[in-house]
T-cell receptor, first 111, second 110 residues
Framework: DTEVTQTPKHLVMGMTNKKSLKCEQH?????MYWYKQKAKKPPELMFV???????INESVPSRFSPECPNSSLLNLHLHALQPEDSALYLC??????????FGQGTRLTVV | SQQGEEDPQALSIQEGENATMNCSYK?????LQWYRQNSGRGLVHLIL?????REKHSGRLRVTLDTSKKSSSLLITASRAADTASYFC??????????FGKGTRLHILP
């Protein structure tokens, strides 16, 4: 199984809502990632987990809260988001020295 | 954060021609990776070249890496309509950090 599965595919949420994005991989990769991508822009790194521990936080606002319950799952909890947070959120996993496998993303709209 | 700059930003070529994209970066790297993205969905990993390698091939893809100039190039030979996509270089830094460049939008004309 070489897939990274993200749910949901689309999400519309209000600025006072709390929601979560989910990501799952069964390739045994030790590193898992969250990226944010705006239209016609490259993916921007948000968080990296290595062996289920948060290893990189790229100064992401606290309204985004990552969680890694186990080696196969990665969540991104969202709270009090702003309209400018609307974007495609991509999850990925990798195992050095190979490249990363990406999910199809969650397209998030904040209203 | 971003560190890769792709050149050109957009490229249109006839089907069957070769396409070359360049990438420059700023910091020391462990590896450099190239990805393809269709229609704003998930990225597909194409090829990874380690910092101690100079050239790598995979099918119709050829990647070069010049660490002294902090630059890389991706050559796609005999282009096809299905190659129309955005292509990103990404630098592998430290153990796990992967930072993407701005990307090249490639359009293959029939």
């Amino acid at each position: 199984d070489t897939e990274v599965t993200q749910t949901p595919k689309h999400l519309v949420m209000g600025m006072t809502n709390k929601k979560s994005l989910k990501c799952e991989q069964h390739m045994g990769h030790r590193a898992m990632y969250w990226y944010k991508q705006k239209a016609k822009k490259p993916p921007e790194l948000m968080f990296v987990y290595s062996y289920e521990k948060l290893s990189i936080n790229e100064s992401v606002p606290s309204r985004f809260s990552p969680e890694c319950p186990n080696s196969s799952l990665l969540n991104l909890h969202l709270h009090a988001l702003q309209p400018e947070d609307s974007a495609l959120y991509l999850c990925a996993s990798s195992q050095v020295p190979w490249g990363a496998f990406f999910g199809q993303g969650t397209r998030l709209t904040v209203v | 954060s971003q560190q890769g700059e792709e050149d050109p930003q957009a490229l249109s070529i006839q089907e069957g021609e070769n396409a070359t994209m360049n990438c420059s970066y700023k910091t020391s790297i462990n590896n450099l990776q190239w990805y393809r993205q269709n229609s704003g969905r998930g990225l597909v990993h194409l090829i990874l070249i380690r910092s101690n390698e100079r050239e790598k091939h995979s099918g119709r893809l050829r990647v070069t890496l010049d660490t002294s100039k902090k630059s890389s190039s991706l050559l796609i030979t005999a282009s096809r309509a299905a190659d129309t996509a955005s292509y990103f270089c990404a630098t592998g830094i430290g153990d796990d950090k992967i930072i993407f460049g701005k990307g090249t939008r490639l359009h293959i004309l029939p």
